[in-house]
């Protein structure tokens, strides 16, 4: 959960998460939409389905107990270099090093690295730096204090330097350079990816559809959306065998490498039946929505349509 996300964001949803699945044996049988549901509003929802994929992997394989051994730990789905580091040092004290963001960008002020912290070559000196200033004791928490000191102290943007109790061994700091180390991204304009969704309405109930396994938002529910018609007037619905449909609102999205803009549109269903799909559709009331993983764009679209009814 505290890959790409903060601290006081996950905090209650971990204590959800643990309420449901206090043991990894309980996260391996449960349905991946229990899961999903539990994760919705964290975003990056493959963390949650390599989380429970990693259970089952560890209860199948390894008797339900966590393997200390970094190989090991690597073999499970969505465990990567970094995780595998984290869970060796905190939980088991083995001496194997971490780097995530906070950690590169007190390395690279430390070392007065200029170069780019995401390129492998820089990334490779990185890694050999962490591990050189592992100690032989307490490793677990030697690591979290590197974490916590990149997190609050030497931050992105006014680094707290007067604070830091490495400062005397700080090169970038001595240069003057702290502020300018590591070498801030290069922003690139997203590409924009425009929606219609359709709230579509029949005895108080609502049509929702399941998205495909794979992809962004892959297993979650919405209501029918579709890509927006290229080069037609935004306001003009797509063709449904439903009655004509009143536009509500529209809202906008930001993911890591896409924008989304979607216009949203009520309707009822016409003479009663159910648009053809070739994917999964229900119908239920709002208040069954709470049953079903939904995307935040698909959250806000739900507070739309309880606020018109």
């Not at 990894?24 to 429970?52: F, P």
């Not at 730096?129 to 590197?146: C, K, M, T, W, Y």
């Not at 997203?190 to 297993?219: S, V």
Request: hydrophobic letters at 40%; proline letters at 7%; one cysteine or more.
């Amino acid at each position: 959960m505290l890959q790409q996300t903060q601290v006081a964001t996950v905090i209650p949803y971990f204590t959800r998460f643990l309420a449901r699945f206090p043991k990894l044996a309980d996260l391996a049988a449960a349905d991946e939409q229990q899961v999903l549901r539990l994760w919705q509003g964290l975003g990056y929802y493959s963390r949650a389905r390599n989380l429970r994929a990693a259970a089952r992997k560890v209860v199948a394989d390894h008797a339900g107990r966590l393997p200390r051994a970094t190989e090991a730990l690597l073999k499970l789905p969505g465990v990567g270099r970094y995780t595998a580091g984290a869970i060796a040092s905190i939980a088991f004290g083995r001496r194997v090093p971490i780097l995530d963001g906070n950690v590169t960008r007190v390395l690279c002020r430390l070392d007065q690295i200029t170069a780019n912290p995401r390129d492998a070559r820089t990334q490779a000196i990185l890694w050999e730096r962490a591990e050189q200033i592992l100690p032989h004791r307490r490793v677990g928490d030697f690591n979290s204090a590197l974490m916590e000191l990149g997190a609050t102290v030497c931050t992105p943007r006014s680094p707290q330097c007067l604070l830091c109790p490495v400062r005397d061994n700080c090169q970038a700091l001595s240069a003057g350079l702290q502020e300018k180390i590591p070498a801030a991204r290069k922003a690139k304009p997203l590409p924009l990816a425009t929606r219609h969704t359709y709230c579509i309405g029949r005895d108080g109930k609502w049509l929702i559809e399941q998205r495909p396994a794979r992809g962004r938002w892959a297993g979650m529910w919405q209501f029918v959306t579709m890509e927006a018609p290229c080069g037609a007037d935004r306001s003009t619905p797509l063709p449904l065998p439903v009655k004509p449909a009143a536009r509500i609102g529209s809202l906008s999205h930001a993911l890591t490498h896409r924008r989304y803009e979607f216009d949203v549109f009520v309707c009822r269903a016409a003479n009663g039946t159910t648009p053809a799909a070739d994917r999964p559709r229900r119908w239920v009331t709002l208040a069954e929505l709470a049953d079903y993983p939904l995307s935040r764009p698909q959250l806000i679209i739900a507070q739309m349509l309880r606020d018109q009814t």
